[in-house]
């Protein structure tokens, strides 16, 4: 189990832009995760319960006294003590086992679920954190830049090139800058405690993120192959044979019981001399069948076992067009995130060059700081979009992770 923990977390990171990081904290979240720990314990109590349908039923003691003792040839009969046990017919304790064993194989399939959902949840997670990161190195640096122009706008109303509006729309923009700032911080803050709780310690503990999100160059090819084998779809396939192997363990109990006992009757003695076996007590052994003469029950079990087997087919073809669904979407949500990077990187080279020729006029003429304002104002949101492209990227790849790693 440990190895396969070791698998998914490697099939889970992606590309140098997660490092070490996403990779020690998949290995927190599935080593301390309450909700595994919970499908684990499950797991084992009802593989446990294998040991229970390994056993017979309960052996029958019975204790009689004669308050009015009958009399017999050899002596009045003074008490009985009966002991019986019944044996399942031939294979029902196999068939049980077996059914107990098809179920732990369902639960097994629980754990892996949950394994994969909590993966996901933790690394989208994480691509939030460093959307949030790179967000903020964008704004320390727009601010670092803004404070460039203003003391580009000072010295230009010292020699009649700019007025004092343009240095005050520098900086309500500064303003609005470190409004932004504060508010990034706060949600870093936010997220950062909803990722440490996912990993179940201290919401305070610090997560060390990279400031940069870069789309990884090569594209890797996705096909549906390995979606049949998603443990979501793997579970109905597990669930169906418990079913099978409940319908075995109907036909055993439809069987008869056999039930062997002994009574023991203890006798007194006459008051005779020369009695042949006087006093001797009685020891019978006995054979006893249960016959399950009124079946119907069975019958009943064996039409609602059909019927589920109809059902879980139907389930299992129910989900796996929904998880073809989603995973298709997920591959094209993800060439669309592609397609837009590409292009926010066009639009803020573009606006890098805008802002080099505004800047020359400072040279030659008036700047029109108004004008240098909306380019700036346009490249954040350049760059803000192609960060939030590349998380989006990154969180339909780990989608596309779920469903066919």
């Known amino acids: ?117 909590l993966i996901a949840s933790i690394s989208e997670q994480y691509y939030t ?46 303003n609005e800058l470190q409004q932004l700032a504060l508010v990034l911080d706060q949600n870093f803050r936010a997220q950062q405690a909803a990722l440490n709780l996912l990993l179940n310690r201290a919401k305070e503990t610090p997560i060390q993120i990279p400031e940069v999100m870069e789309l990884p160059k090569e594209e890797v090819l996705l096909t549906n192959k390995k979606l049949g084998v998603h443990p979501e779809l793997l579970k109905y396939d597990k669930l169906y044979q418990s079913v099978i192997k409940s ?24 008051p005779v001399a020369n009695l042949n076996d006087n006093g001797k007590d009685v020891f019978m052994p006995m054979v006893s069948l249960s016959i399950p003469i009124f079946n119907k029950k069975y019958h009943s079990k064996t039409l609602q076992n059909e019927l589920k ?17 989603l995973l298709e979407t997920a591959k094209t949500n993800r060439v669309v995130a592609r397609i837009r990077y590409e292009t926010q990187v066009k639009n803020s080279e573009q606006a890098k060059s805008a802002e080099k020729l505004l800047l020359q006029n400072y040279e030659t003429g008036t700047v029109n700081f108004k004008e240098v304002l909306e380019i700036q104002e346009l490249q954040l949101q350049f760059q803000t979009n192609q960060i939030e492209a590349v998380k989006s990227f990154f969180v339909q790849t780990t989608i596309i992770n779920y469903l066919s790693k």
């Open 247 to 270: 319908e075995l363990v109907n036909q055993k109990e439809n069987k008869p019981m056999i039930g062997f006992g002994l009574d023991y009757i203890a006798i007194s003695k006459l």
């Open 309 to 325: 087997q109809h059902e879980i087919i139907s389930e299992k073809q129910e989900r796996l067009n929904a998880l073809k669904t």
């Open 129 to 174: 954190l460093l959307a949030i990161k790179a967000k903020q190195k964008v704004v320390k640096e727009n601010k670092a830049l803004l404070v460039i122009y203003e003391k580009l706008a000072l010295k230009a109303i010292e020699v009649s090139k700019a007025s004092a509006v343009d240095v005050l729309r520098l900086q309500m923009r500064q």
């Open 1 to 117: 189990m440990k190895t396969k923990i070791i698998l998914l977390c490697c099939l889970f990171a992606l590309q140098i832009v997660q490092g070490q990081d996403l990779e020690s904290l998949l290995k927190i979240g599935v080593e301390n995760s309450p909700s595994l720990q919970k499908f684990e314990l499950k797991y084992l109590g009802v593989s446990e319960k294998k040991n229970e349908a390994n056993s017979l039923p309960n052996t029958e003691f019975g204790f009689g006294y004669f308050v009015s003792e009958p009399e017999t040839k050899t002596g009045p009969q003074r008490l009985k003590v009966s002991v019986k046990q019944m044996i399942p017919w031939f294979g029902s304790i196999s068939s049980r086992e077996a059914y107990s064993q098809s179920l732990a194989e369902v639960s097994y399939e629980d754990i892996q679920i949950a394994k994969r959902k």
